[in-house]
């Protein structure tokens, strides 16, 4: 079955700078690939998707790129704010069945 | 609008009592369901998930069952909880597989605590 393994498990970083965050998936068969964020005692919101047939996808300071070949792709969070915090996850689906399969999530603090 | 809500929020239960969570989706039909659980500080592990009434598929192997009753409600039981099955219980839906959106939609969870 598919496996997505997702790094790193906490990132620090500074209000205004940059976060990335990377996903890795084994099946190539996985076609959608969704970014969730959920903040403490709440249930994960999805924030932004990338299909296959895309490279790339942005949502203001929100953007996802997607390397087929290489079978990874990553969230990249620009001008971080304090309310960015929290933890998000990766996942990849294939539409047969659509269950998705998640990674281990990314506690992601932005220190004002 | 689509909505999905779960409850109770919060459950403290002793250990060895049963369980029953429930989750009802408003504003589609015919969705997908499904119920993972999130161990503290950790990721999602899917349950259960259902593509209509009475199809239930089971991914891991427990003391736990789900059932769907109705179309939109999704219920998660047990006859006796075990301590490791603390955790936080999540409900999702979405769209008809093969639809045009792959798009899954978590409620707001259930916090379980077997003590």
């Known amino acids: 079955g598919e496996n997505v393994e997702q790094h790193p498990s906490t990132l620090s970083v500074q209000e205004g700078d940059s976060a990335v965050i990377k996903c890795t998936y084994s099946?190539?068969?996985?076609?959608?690939f969704p970014w969730y964020k959920q903040e403490l005692g709440k249930g994960p919101q999805l924030i932004i998707d990338?299909?296959?047939?895309?490279g790339e996808k942005k949502d203001q300071r929100i953007a996802v790129t997607l390397n087929k070949t290489a079978k990874h792709f990553s969230l990249h969070i620009t001008e971080t704010q304090p309310e960015d915090s929290a933890v998000y996850f990766c996942?990849?689906?294939?539409?047969?069945?659509?269950?998705?399969?998640f990674g281990t999530g990314t506690s992601l603090t932005v220190i004002p | 609008s689509q909505t999905i809500h779960q409850w109770p929020a919060t459950l403290v239960q002793p250990v060895g009592s049963p369980l029953s969570l429930e989750c009802t989706v408003e504003?589609?039909?015919?969705?997908?369901l499904y119920w993972y659980r999130q161990a503290a500080g950790r990721g999602l592990q899917l349950l259960f998930y259902s593509v209509g009434i009475g199809q239930i598929s089971s991914e891991v192997p427990q003391n736990l069952s789900a059932s769907r009753p109705q179309d939109r409600q999704f219920i998660l039981s047990s006859k006796k909880l075990l301590l490791s099955d603390s955790g936080f219980y999540l409900c999702?839906?979405?769209?008809?597989?093969?639809?045009?959106?792959?798009?899954?939609?978590f409620g707001p969870g259930t916090r379980l605590t077997v003590l």
């Open positions: 996942a990849a689906s294939m539409n047969t069945g659509n269950q998705f399969y």
């Open positions: 990338i299909r296959s047939n895309v």
């Open positions: 099946d190539s068969a996985s076609n959608y």
């Open positions: 999702a839906w979405s769209p008809l597989a093969g639809g045009r959106y792959n798009e899954q939609f």
């Open positions: 504003g589609t039909s015919n969705p997908n």
